[in-house]
């Protein structure tokens, strides 16, 4: 009797421990399994959000590149960016290119990465600034104000290239102080020590604006004059020429 209640409560110890084992390897499965989808929708998550701020990036792009498109004719470009004595068909034209890049960012720029985002507002403050009439402010600071405004845009432009990857973004700056007095445009030539980047070596007529896929799966390079056609494979072998 007693050897058979041993061999009873043996059995009985050793479906327990072997119950226990296996729950617990059951336990370790599960947790495997929900750990391993857990790291795999963070990564669809972060492939959506790289995807969705760089497709925002690209029409970004594109926006600025259609606010900087202006007839090259014109003798006093500065007219075509901030409120200076011009015919009303220029104030017009300046007024609706700035409408159309304003409307770009209010529906793209929240999806930008928060550091580029606030580039990006300063720009729309600048472009703001610049679409006010300011009757006391002399030419040659309105002037200023349009080298400021096209230099920013480019430091702009290569923040948001470089949200797509391949390139490195650049350090942050402020926007140019529109109060300062000096007649220097912001990125050009900037003394040891000035918080701006230097811009000094930016063309703007012989440079690329960049590179914007569409939803439709269409690919366009756009330049400083709109679109760029017959794009050689090496982008930099664009001249001013061939734009």
């Given at each position: 009797?007693?050897?058979?209640?041993?061999?009873?409560?043996?059995?009985l110890?050793?479906?327990?421990?072997?119950?226990?084992?296996?729950s617990?390897?059951?336990?370790?499965?599960?947790k495997?399994?929900?750990?391993?989808?857990?790291?795999?929708?963070?990564?669809?998550?972060?492939?959506?959000?790289?995807?969705?701020?760089?497709?925002?990036?690209?029409?970004?792009?594109?926006?600025?590149?259609?606010?900087?498109?202006?007839?090259?004719?014109?003798?006093?470009?500065?007219?075509?960016?901030?409120?200076?004595?011009?015919?009303?068909?220029?104030?017009?034209?300046?007024n609706?290119?700035?409408?159309?890049?304003?409307?770009?960012?209010?529906?793209?720029?929240?999806?930008?990465?928060?550091?580029v985002?606030?580039?990006?507002?300063?720009?729309?403050?600048?472009?703001?600034?610049?679409?006010?009439?300011?009757?006391?402010?002399?030419?040659?600071?309105?002037?200023?104000?349009?080298?400021?405004?096209?230099?920013?845009?480019?430091?702009?432009?290569?923040?948001?290239?470089?949200?797509g990857?391949?390139?490195?973004?650049?350090s942050?700056?402020p926007?140019?102080?529109?109060?300062?007095?000096?007649s220097?445009?912001?990125?050009?030539?900037?003394?040891?020590?000035?918080?701006e980047?230097?811009?000094t070596?930016?063309?703007?007529?012989?440079?690329?604006?960049?590179?914007?896929?569409?939803?439709?799966?269409?690919?366009?390079w756009?330049?400083?004059?709109?679109?760029?056609?017959?794009?050689?494979r090496?982008?930099?072998?664009?001249?001013?020429?061939?734009?």
């Amino acid at each position: 009797m007693t050897e058979l209640l041993a061999a009873l409560l043996g059995a009985l110890v050793g479906g327990v421990l072997s119950a226990w084992v296996g729950s617990r390897q059951t336990a370790k499965v599960l947790k495997h399994e929900t750990d391993l989808a857990a790291k795999e929708r963070q990564e669809a998550q972060r492939v959506e959000e790289d995807r969705r701020r760089s497709f925002a990036a690209d029409r970004l792009i594109a926006a600025l590149a259609d606010f900087t498109t202006v007839k090259q004719d014109d003798e006093d470009r500065s007219a075509s960016f901030v409120r200076v004595r011009a015919t009303a068909d220029v104030h017009h034209e300046r007024n609706r290119r700035a409408s159309v890049l304003l409307q770009a960012g209010s529906s793209e720029a929240h999806a930008l990465p928060a550091e580029v985002r606030e580039r990006w507002d300063g720009l729309i403050w600048l472009v703001r600034y610049n679409q006010s009439k300011q009757p006391d402010r002399p030419d040659e600071l309105r002037r200023r104000d349009a080298s400021d405004l096209l230099n920013y845009i480019e430091y702009v432009r290569r923040s948001l290239c470089a949200v797509g990857g391949g390139h490195r973004t650049p350090s942050a700056f402020p926007p140019p102080d529109v109060r300062r007095e000096e007649s220097r445009p912001w990125g050009f030539k900037p003394e040891v020590g000035n918080n701006e980047p230097d811009l000094t070596g930016w063309v703007h007529g012989d440079r690329l604006v960049g590179e914007v896929s569409f939803t439709s799966g269409e690919r366009r390079w756009y330049g400083p004059n709109g679109l760029v056609a017959d794009l050689p494979r090496d982008p930099s072998a664009v001249t001013k020429d061939s734009q």
